[in-house]
């Protein structure tokens, strides 16, 4: 069992950044690759990133491509979303979750989730 809590999040201007952490609970997180996902009132959630259980590779949404860094401390037990230039269309509430492979969290095959943290940017 893993389980996943995300933190960072906030409000902030168009044009600034913020750090999202995802901190995991129990001894086989470096097992797992991880994501992130958004999800904005009245839309469907969407894939943001997905790192490798070893972080050597990573997959990004288009609409986030150049502006996001996915990455993790497997010593840690935490994954990061480093946002930046945000847009007021990255408005959302951002998910942690884990899965077996990067490729399959991109594909939304997931074994866990978080339960999310509320990013506003305002214009």
Known sequence: QVQLVESGGGLVQAGGSLRLSCAASGRT??????????????????????????????????SVKGRFTISRENAKNTVFLQMNSLKPEDTAVYYCAAGQLARKVMARELDYWGQGTQVTVSS
């Not at 097992?31 to 839309?43: E, L």
């Not at 959630?45 to 990573?58: C, Q, Y």
């Open 29 to 62: 997180f470096k097992s797992y690759a991880m994501g992130w996902f958004r999800q904005a009132p009245g839309k469907e959630r969407e894939f943001v990133a997905a790192i490798s259980a070893s972080g050597d590779i990573t997959y990004y949404g288009d």
